[in-house]
C-alpha cells in the first residue's frame, strides 16, 4: 500500500484579469490575477522579464485567457500560458479611464478573498472595463461609484441604507442620517451616529444605484466614492 499520494496538480484554464506584476527572481514575474473560475490567485510567470515573446499578452485591463498550475499547498501556482481575449485598446489609451479602471482593479486586488471564484464580483469588474472600452461613455468617475456600490454588494459587504445597523431602527425617508461606511451603512443617532451625513434625495439614488443599476448623478459621485472607500478600506484591513 503506498504510504504517501503526492497531491495531484490541478490545471486552471480560466478567464482573468492581470491586477498585479512585479519583478521576481532574475527573469521572472509576480503576477496578481483575478480569475473567473479561481478569484484571486498569485503565480509566477518563469521566463517573462527574459523574453517578452514568452507572455506577450500579460497586460491590464484586457480580458485574458490563462492557464495557471496550482500544486495544492503551494502559496504560488505557476502561468503557463497567457493570451488575450477580449482587448480593450479605447481604455488602455485612455488616461482618465485607466485611472478609473485601474482604482477598481485596486479595490478588487485588496479585498478579494484568495482562491475563492467571485463570480458577482467577477462581472461588474468586467462591466466595468468594456463600458470604459466603449466609444463614448458616461463620466468614468460615475461608473466607477457605480461599480464600487455594486462591488461592496458582489462580496456580501452591501452598504445598509435603509435602517441602522446597530439597532435595525428604519431611517425616516424624509430626514438626514448619519453613516459609517466602515460599520456598513447607516449608524442612527442614538447608536453613536457616523462621520458622513446622508440628505435623504442622494441616499434614495445611491440606493437605486446600488440595487437597481441606475446611473449615479455627477453631483452624488464624491460621497459614493467616499462611502465605497471607507467601506473597502475597513473589510481590506480585516484581512
Ligand atoms: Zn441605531
Known amino acids: 500500500m503506498p504510504r504517501s499520494v503526492r497531491p495531484r496538480t490541478e490545471r486552471l484554464r480560466t478567464g482573468a484579469l492581470l491586477v498585479r506584476r512585479v519583478p ?13 473560475q479561481g478569484g484571486l490567485i498569485s503565480a509566477t510567470a518563469r521566463g517573462a522579464r527574459r523574453s517578452a515573446k514568452r507572455f506577450p499578452a500579460l497586460e491590464p485591463m484586457h480580458l ?4 495557471l498550475e496550482i500544486r495544492p499547498g503551494a502559496e504560488l501556482a505557476q502561468l503557463t500560458e497567457a493570451a ?22 485596486r479595490w478588487v486586488r485588496e479585498i478579494a478573498p484568495a482562491h475563492t471564484a467571485e463570480q458577482a464580483a467577477w462581472s461588474e469588474l468586467n462591466q466595468l472595463l468594456d463600458r470604459l472600452d466603449e466609444v463614448s461613455t ?8 457605480e461599480t464600487g456600490l455594486r462591488l461592496l454588494v458582489a462580496f456580501g459587504w452591501g452598504l445598509e441604507l435603509t435602517q441602522c445597523v446597530r439597532c435595525g431602527r428604519a431611517c425616516d425617508t424624509t430626514q438626514s442620517a448619519c453613516a459609517d461606511p466602515a460599520r456598513g451603512g447607516l449608524v442612527c443617532r442614538a447608536c453613536g451616529g457616523g462621520p458622513v451625513v446622508l440628505r435623504p ?28 472607500e471607507g467601506a473597502l478600506t475597513a473589510h481590506a484591513s480585516g484581512n
Not at 26 to 35: K, P
Not at 64 to 67: K, P, Q
Not at 208 to 226: F, H, K, N, S
Open 201 to 228: 434625495e442622494p441616499r434614495e439614488r445611491l440606493l437605486a444605484a446600488m440595487l437597481g443599476g441606475a446611473p449615479i448623478p455627477e453631483e452624488d459621485v464624491p460621497l459614493a466614492l467616499d462611502l465605497v
Open 64 to 67: 485574458l485567457r490563462v492557464t
Open 24 to 36: 521576481f527572481g532574475e527573469a521572472d514575474l509576480l503576477v496578481g490575477l483575478f480569475t473567473e
Open 138 to 145: 458616461p463620466p468614468p468617475q460615475a461608473l466607477l461609484a
Open 84 to 105: 488575450i481575449e477580449r482587448p480593450r485598446l479605447r481604455l488602455a489609451a485612455d488616461l482618465g479611464r485607466l485611472e478609473v479602471a485601474g482604482r477598481a482593479l
